[in-house]
């Protein structure tokens, strides 16, 4: 990325929640825009859910014109069924992402950690501390999954001005 200003939006998928942090971005310098998160009703039908979710990303995306969107990465290991249905919601965020022309990148929960921490098995907790104290917050973005959002958009940040010290 240049020196000029951009938005960058991470996104935390999931079902009933998703988290987002829009952050703008000017050379090394980081700033919460807006952050959040899109919940949906387990007492409405999937489709429902993710109808909702597609609405709220398509308009999440035209108020603030991002230039990129990274996306957290599935990491399951426990339960096949809600693994299977955070991947219905991943896909409709790929599908807002795409429809978007923003540029796109995914990023393992680890690498989200190391970027952010200097950790890769960093805690929720030093995740979150991390989060407040790069974008001069007052307080912990709430909840988990808005701080998880914004870690997601700082590391594509962190990752894209290393590109550009390898590139450019």
Avoid at 36 to 60: C, K, M
Avoid at 81 to 86: C, D, F, K, P, Y
Avoid at 157 to 164: G, I, K, P
Wanted: glycine content about 8%; overall charge negative; charged content about 20%.
């Amino acid at each position: 990325m240049s020196r000029e200003s951009s938005v960058v939006i991470g996104i935390d998928p999931g079902t009933a929640i998703t988290g987002f942090g829009v952050l703008a971005t000017s050379g090394p310098d980081l700033r919460a825009l807006d952050y959040g998160v899109i919940r949906t009703s387990s007492n409405d039908p999937l489709q429902r859910r993710l109808v909702i979710l597609y609405d709220e990303l398509t308009s999440l995306f035209a108020r603030h014109q991002p230039q990129a969107i990274a996306v957290e990465e599935l990491f399951f290991a426990k339960n096949a069924r809600t693994a299977l249905t955070v991947g219905h919601a991943r896909g409709v965020v790929l599908l807002a992402v795409a429809q978007t022309g923003a540029h796109f990148a995914q990023f393992k929960p680890s690498e989200v950690k190391q970027a952010v921490t200097g950790y890769g098995a960093a805690d929720k907790k030093q995740m979150q501390d991390m989060v407040r104290l790069l974008l001069g917050l007052e307080e912990t973005p709430q909840p988990d999954d808005a701080a998880d959002a914004l870690a997601v958009a700082i590391c594509y940040q962190n990752s894209a001005a290393l590109q550009q010290l390898y590139v450019g």
